[in-house]
């Protein structure tokens, strides 16, 4: 399996904190994807990275952040966190990136309630 | 603008196949996927379409049909294993996936 792992993997705060979902990789891809995932709605895409320091905003961006400062790791923040914000959220990572034939691996998710 | 549809749950019995459909619409196509998620788990990759026709991988396969915007999953000798949500997506223009909200299957004995 590919080496991904996402911590916390679960997580309970109060609205209004910040909080920080950390990726870490050890396959050395160059694409790295932060996705939230809703009862009756596909994966939705926050933010993604093509390399160290070079990010760029997804369809649900708003109200998170992410900073990628090494290869192998991809941190999503969420400044001040709201209910709006409790899901489960995947990191993924993949080789190809904006090409057809673009696999990606997930790893095992992190489960946020924001209460 | 750009959707994507799938049926929201099915049911099929052990030993037998079925069918997942799965429709689109979008301006710029670059291929469409179909991915495994077991309850509670990450999604895994099943297969990937660019051309039309059918693509067989052991018990699964997968079908497009470009034109139509439709693809189908199908999954022979079902097992209890095979319970599980099936998502689909296609990749825009952009190289962007857009996910369909998954296929819950749910496998009797």
């Known amino acids: 399996d590919a080496g991904i792992t996402q911590s916390p993997r679960h997580k309970v705060t109060e609205t209004g904190t910040p909080v920080t979902l950390r990726c870490h990789q050890t396959e050395n891809h160059r694409y790295m994807y932060w996705y939230r995932q809703d009862p009756g709605h596909g994966l939705r895409l926050i933010h993604y990275s093509y390399g160290v320091k070079d990010t760029d905003k997804g369809e649900v961006s708003d109200g998170y952040s992410v900073s990628r400062s090494k290869t192998e790791d991809f941190l999503l923040t969420l400044e001040s966190a709201t209910s709006s914000q409790t899901s489960v959220y995947f990191c993924?990572?993949?080789?190809?990136?904006?090409?057809?034939?673009?696999?990606?691996?997930f790893g095992a998710g992190s489960r946020l309630t924001v209460l | 603008g750009q959707n994507i549809d799938q049926p929201t749950e099915m049911t099929a019995t052990e030993g037998a196949i079925v069918q997942i459909n799965c429709t689109y619409q979008?301006?710029?196509?670059?291929?469409l996927f179909w991915y495994q998620q077991h309850a509670g788990e990450a999604p895994t990759f099943l297969s990937y379409n660019v051309l039309d026709g059918l693509e067989e991988k052991g018990r699964f396969s997968s079908f497009l049909s470009r034109s139509k915007g439709y693809s189908y999953l199908l999954l022979k000798e079902l097992q209890m294993k095979d319970s599980a949500s099936y998502l689909c997506?296609?990749?825009?223009?952009?190289?962007?996936?857009?996910w369909g909200a998954g296929t819950k299957l749910i496998i009797k004995p």
């Open positions: 979008t301006s710029g196509f670059n291929g």
């Open positions: 993924a990572i993949s080789e190809s990136g904006a090409t057809g034939a673009n696999v990606l691996t």
């Open positions: 997506a296609f990749m825009d223009s952009n190289y962007q996936l857009i």
